[in-house]
Structure formats: C-alpha cells, structure tokens
C-alpha cells in the first residue's frame, strides 16, 4: 500500500482515537462527580490495606452522561474531520 491509499485509513485512526478517548474522558468526569457526591452524602470510604481508597466502577450511564455534557465539543471538532 503507498501513502496516498493509506491516508484515509490514517486520518479515520486519528478521529477514532479522538473520539473514544473523548468518550472515556468524560465518562471518568461523571464518575468523579458521582463518587465525590456519595461521599458527601455518607461519608465512608472503603478501606484497603488501611489506605482510604475510593472504588468506583464506569459503567455506560457514565459514559453517556459524559457524552451529554460535553456533546457541543464532540460532535463539532468531529464535523470538523468530515469536510
């Protein structure tokens, strides 16, 4: 393959990696803000190895929540890639 046929392939990389990084990103954000609001509301942490360590799971709301909060940016530096 030359270049000039791989470039397509190059540039969809690229987005694609944009994207789901993007997409984690924001998942993480929702996750923090959710973690830190429950530890608000009742104060306990789970405890290992007698370090205070907060455990948390991402799930697809997250990612979502994430998504919705921070829509504007992605979907325009993605139209951006398309024209």
């Given at each position: 393959?030359?270049?000039?046929?791989?470039?397509?392939?190059?540039?969809?990389?690229?987005?694609?990696?944009?994207?789901?990084?993007?997409?984690?990103?924001?998942?993480?954000?929702?996750l923090r803000r959710d973690m830190e609001f429950a530890s608000s509301v009742?104060?306990?942490?789970?405890?290992?190895?007698?370090?205070?360590?907060?455990?948390g799971m991402l799930t697809p709301a997250h990612i979502f929540d994430g998504?919705?909060?921070?829509?504007?940016?992605?979907?325009?530096?993605?139209?951006?890639?398309?024209?």
């Amino acid at each position: 393959m030359t270049e000039a046929e791989m470039a397509p392939y190059a540039l969809l990389g690229l987005t694609i990696q944009f994207f789901v990084r993007a997409l984690v990103q924001g998942g993480l954000e929702m996750l923090r803000r959710d973690m830190e609001f429950a530890s608000s509301v009742d104060g306990k942490t789970r405890r290992q190895d007698g370090d205070a360590r907060r455990i948390g799971m991402l799930t697809p709301a997250h990612i979502f929540d994430g998504i919705m909060a921070r829509k504007d940016v992605i979907f325009k530096s993605l139209g951006r890639v398309g024209t």
